[in-house]
């Protein structure tokens, strides 16, 4: 299983979770995806969120802001819909977007959740710049702590 899919399936089992996808958002493509329905096409609306997050991060450069967007929150009456830039090297354009049901999702145990599941992506997939955390051995690159 693949770092993109242990991630989707770990996010599509968020408390409330409808649909889940892994969006580059400067193509617009979507790497992954989990959930949906013919009632909402996941493969309309991940994409779609690209231009949501590239409109926030040019009024956030046209402000003068440096700083770096946690989380982006979208309320509907009946849903929640969560986009979570994945934090990495200025050409890893990457976002989780997340979908719930507001009457069985709680909100902030959701954004804690992707959180931890987007610096768990980040961290298992090394890029240039970037330690690998395993060796080549697949050891830990911190030895156990179990010899002592």
Known sequence: MTNIDNSLDMAA????AFAVALVD??????????????????????????????TKLDVMA????????DDILITLD???HLIR???GLP???????????RTQANLAMARRDLR???????????????PNPAMPDGQAFFPSNAGR
């Open 13 to 16: 089992n968020i408390k409330g």
């Open 25 to 54: 958002y400067d193509s617009g493509m979507t790497l992954g995806s989990r959930g949906g329905s013919p009632e909402f096409d996941l493969e309309v609306a991940a994409p779609g969120n690209s231009d949501v997050v590239r």
């Open 62 to 69: 046209k402000l003068g802001l440096r700083e770096a967007i």
């Open 78 to 80: 009946t849903q929640y």
């Open 85 to 87: 830039p994945i934090r």
């Open 91 to 101: 050409d890893e354009k990457l976002f989780f977007y997340l979908v719930l049901n």
């Open 116 to 130: 931890v599941i987007e610096k768990e992506f980040y961290l298992a997939n090394p890029g240039p710049g970037r």
